[in-house]
Every structure is written in structure tokens, then in C-alpha cells.
């Protein structure tokens, strides 16, 4: 690849609080931001970043998205304007469920009142493309703009366009922005009735009693540009996305590949995409739900993926301290494991206190470690996500050390 | 039942549905034109709606597009409520 792929501005909304500083400051600090088993936004107050025209038009997950994207745009330096041409800057957003809220509050309004009282803004919010478009209105970004969606991959396979969008020369700058609000009674009786909820509202994730994921809302959001573009406006990069992949299980629609052999098989394409090996690799942040399923069939494919050098490498779960964001899990994950990456820190994973016999990595148990100095300059790590409905997919991050 | 439809009643429902819209409630007098508020169709539509179930009044689209300022809205609903 002869001009990287780089991330100018992060930003995030996360059950830790307001900020992509926060979210590391915090997690690296082994807070957890889960409360009564859910990962709420508590600290989040719309009004502090978008108007009231613009709140009322909006679902929580546009709200947080563009909160976020604010974080983020700021960040990168684009506050006095757009840098490039507006017809080549785009958005990707990264959402599972969008207005999810707004859909089942409008039905239930249609239900009690007549659906002739259904509120004229609930199309354009409740569509998972909402957030994209407010986005787009709001910095005036003319170029493709659209959502993806992959469950809980979404916020990693997001990755995956904007990184084409910005090879194939379409666009200068994609902004990528995830966001998911999807904690309401519908949503967390769906989650629970089909067994993937955790019981006792604690995310173990790798331990002995693990016992399924917590929800979690929130929002991230970076602003990718080449290298070159990058530098030419001389802006400092907060790191590289160096590599990217997805394979899909086509196995189950709720359950993973038990061997990880497809999850696996994202993680080499991923690497070999980066141009690296396993030996290269200084931390992985896992998908890590605390799900039964997930826990082994994750800790199969790295060890199938990474081979010897697996059991040397940290891996940790940021789902242990805020939940799983759903669609937005995997891009507010990437942005902790760019800023783990610049200070060397592996984050822990939160909650891992009686490891299980078959789960033998090592998982960062409540505390952090250092991540060892690297040979070239650069520390790297790849983070994985991994979708209900088999969507694997694995991003690859290096920061200057 | 339908509160009465007084030219207060319907100045003061109007005027709270156009600053929930984000208009600024300064900006809102009764010959502010509407077509300078920051509102758009969906919020014509939506105070449509709030109108009908406040008092009744079933405000048409094509009666609408005549309006020129706030009061004419107030007017017509008042007149519409009979």
C-alpha cells in the first residue's frame, strides 16, 4: 500500500463518559462504567453538542453519533473548515438497530393514540442511515455517505469502506462515526430471552463464570485521511489503520463457528492485508462479550491465527468495562486500542478474576500491563469483532511509539 | 373534549409547538412571516397534528400554502374551530 490509511481526530461517548480521553484514562484506571447491568450514557447531555432543532430530529444514537463526530472532527483540526473538497469527504456510520427508540415509541403513540398521530420525523429518524445524514448536513460532507451494518461487527467492518472509499481515490477523508442506543425493554427482553444476556449484570469476559454480555450505548467516531493528504495540511496522525478483513462463519446465524477456523481466517487476511505477522503483534483487543461461545471460540481462532505467538501477546476486552455497544462496540474499541497503543499500555480486562482451564491467554486480568517496547518504532495491534449472523471482522492499528 | 378554541388558546399551543420545533420564542410573533421561521414541512405537519388534537381542527395542506404569518394560522384555526 503506498499511502496509509491514518486517523487525524478521534472521538467518543461511552458509559465511562464524554471523550475518547475519558474512555482510556478511565478504563486503563479499571473503572467500570457498568451500572445495575447496563452500560448507560449517564453523563451524556445532548444539548452540550446539538442544537434543539437538531435534538428533536435526531434519535439517541444520531445524538451520540454526532456528539462524537464533534469530539472527533475537532480533534483532527476541522473546526475552522473542511480541508479537502466537500464532494470527497464522506461518512461512513456504523450502527446495528439506528432509532431503534424512536421506532418503538412512534408505534407505541400510532398504538394508543391512532397512526395518524405518528410523528411526521419518524422515518428520518428511526432509519439506520439517520445518523450518516446528520452528520453529513451538519459539516457539509457531499461525498458517499452511508451506514453499515453488520450486528456487532458494524463498528469494524465500517473500517472496510472507509479504507476503500480512501484507496480506490473516491474520497480524501471519510469520517466514521458509529453510534447505538438500543437499551430500551424490547431490545434487552430480546437479548435476554434468547439466552446471550448476562444474569448477574457483571461482564466476566474469559472468566470461569462468564455468563453473557451487559448492553451498552454509546458512540465513536475518527476522521480517516491518507497519509499524504494528512501531512501535506500537517496534521498529526493519532495512528494508522495499516490492515483490515472480514470473513463471514455462514455457519449460524447466533452462534460462532465453534473452531474459529472463519474468525481465524479474518485475523491472517487482516495481518496479511497489514503486511505482518502474528510476531509483529503487541496486543489484540478482543470481541471478548463474556459470552460462553464467543470467549472460546475467539481464544480458538487466535490461537489458530497467531500460532506460538499468541500465548505472549496481551488480550483484553473493553467490553468488560462498558458493555457491548453493538454496532458501535467495534469502532469506540478501536479508538482504546489506539490510545493503549500510544501510551504501551495493554487495558485490562475488568471482572476476570477465576480463569477457565480451556481459556489460557493472556487476558490482562484486572489490571493493566505494559506492552513491550517495540523493535521498529511502532506498536501494533489488531481488534476484533465479531457480528451475530457469522460477521467476522478484524482491523489492524499501529501507532508511532 | 376540545378546549376552546380562542384566539389565547390557540396563540399560546402554536407558539410553544414552534419553539419545541427550535424557533426561537423571541422570533415568534403573530406577524412573523412563516416562511422565514426555521421550520419545514415536517413541522407544518406536525403542528397539523398538534392542532387537530388540541381543538379539533383538521388543518388542510392546500389552506396552508395561503398562510402568510403566525396569525393567520392562529386566525384560521380559530375560524376553522368555529
Excluded at chain 1, 171 to 197: K, R
Excluded at chain 1, 216 to 229: I, K, T, Y
Excluded at chain 1, 312 to 338: C, D, Q
Excluded at chain 2, 21 to 33: L, P, S
Aim: hydrophobic share 45%; aromatic share 4%; glycine share 12%.
Amino acid at each position: 500500500m503506498n499511502d496509509s490509511v491514518v486517523a487525524t481526530g478521534i472521538g467518543a461517548i461511552t458509559p465511562l463518559g464524554t471523550g475518547a480521553e475519558t474512555l482510556h484514562a478511565r478504563w486503563c484506571a479499571g473503572e467500570v462504567g457498568i451500572v445495575d447491568g447496563l452500560g448507560r450514557c449517564h453523563d451524556f447531555e445532548p444539548s452540550e453538542f446539538l442544537s434543539r432543532k437538531e435534538i428533536r430530529a435526531a434519535d439517541r444514537f444520531t445524538q451520540l453519533a454526532v456528539a462524537a463526530t464533534a469530539e472527533a472532527l475537532s480533534h483532527a483540526g476541522w473546526s475552522d473548515g473542511l480541508p479537502y473538497r466537500p464532494d470527497r469527504i464522506g461518512c461512513v456510520l456504523a450502527t446495528s438497530v439506528g432509532g431503534i427508540q424512536t421506532c418503538l415509541e412512534q408505534q407505541e403513540r400510532g398504538r394508543v393514540k391512532g397512526y395518524a398521530s405518528v410523528s411526521p420525523l419518524t422515518v428520518t429518524m428511526q432509519m439506520a442511515n439517520a445518523g450518516a445524514a446528520m452528520v453529513a448536513q451538519r459539516w457539509g460532507l457531499h461525498g458517499e455517505c452511508c451506514a453499515v451494518v453488520a450486528a456487532c461487527a458494524s463498528g469494524t467492518s465500517a473500517f472496510g469502506l472507509a479504507r476503500r472509499l480512501l484507496f480506490d481515490g473516491t474520497l480524501d477523508a471519510v469520517v466514521l462515526s458509529a453510534g447505538e442506543a438500543a437499551i430500551t425493554p424490547q431490545v434487552i427482553s430480546a437479548f435476554e430471552v434468547m439466552g446471550a444476556l448476562s444474569k448477574s449484570g457483571v461482564a466476566r469476559p474469559f472468566d470461569r463464570r462468564r455468563d453473557g454480555f451487559v448492553v451498552g450505548e454509546g458512540a465513536g467516531a475518527l476522521v480517516l485521511e491518507r497519509a499524504s493528504g494528512a501531512a501535506k495540511r500537517g496534521a498529526a496522525p493519532v495512528g494508522e489503520v495499516v490492515g483490515f478483513a472480514a470473513t463471514t462463519d455462514a455457519y449460524h446465524v447466533s452462534a460462532p463457528e465453534p473452531t474459529g477456523r472463519t474468525a481465524a481466517q479474518a485475523i491472517t487476511k487482516a495481518l496479511d492485508s497489514a503486511g505482518i505477522g502474528p510476531a509483529d503483534v503487541h496486543y489484540v483487543n478482543s470481541h471478548g462479550t463474556a459470552s460462553r461461545h464467543n470467549d472460546i471460540a475467539e481464544t480458538r481462532a487466535l490461537k489458530t491465527a497467531l500460532g506460538d505467538a499468541a500465548n505472549g501477546i496481551p488480550v483484553s476486552s473493553t467490553k468488560s468495562t462498558i458493555g457491548h455497544l453493538m454496532g458501535a462496540a467495534g469502532t469506540v474499541e478501536a479508538i482504546g486500542t489506539l490510545l493503549a497503543l500510544r501510551d504501551g499500555i495493554a487495558p485490562p480486562t475488568l471482572g476476570l478474576e477465576e480463569p477457565d482451564d480451556e481459556l489460557d491467554l493472556n487476558y490482562v486480568p484486572e489490571q493493566p500491563q505494559r506492552l513491550q517496547q517495540p523493535a521498529d518504532g511502532h506498536r501494533v495491534a489488531i481488534s476484533n469483532s465479531f457480528g451475530l449472523g457469522g460477521h467476522n471482522a478484524v482491523v489492524v492499528l499501529r501507532v508511532a511509539a | 373534549m376540545s378546549p376552546v378554541a380562542t384566539r389565547e388558546s390557540v396563540e399560546s399551543v402554536v407558539t410553544d409547538a414552534l419553539e419545541r420545533f427550535g424557533v426561537e420564542r423571541a422570533d415568534i410573533t403573530m406577524d412573523a412571516a412563516l416562511a422565514e421561521l426555521d421550520i419545514d414541512s415536517l413541522d407544518m405537519i406536525e403542528l397539523g397534528q398538534i392542532v387537530r388534537e388540541e381543538f379539533g381542527v383538521e388543518l388542510r395542506p392546500e389552506d396552508v400554502t395561503e398562510l402568510r404569518d403566525v396569525g393567520d394560522l392562529v386566525g384560521m384555526v380559530v375560524q376553522q374551530a368555529g
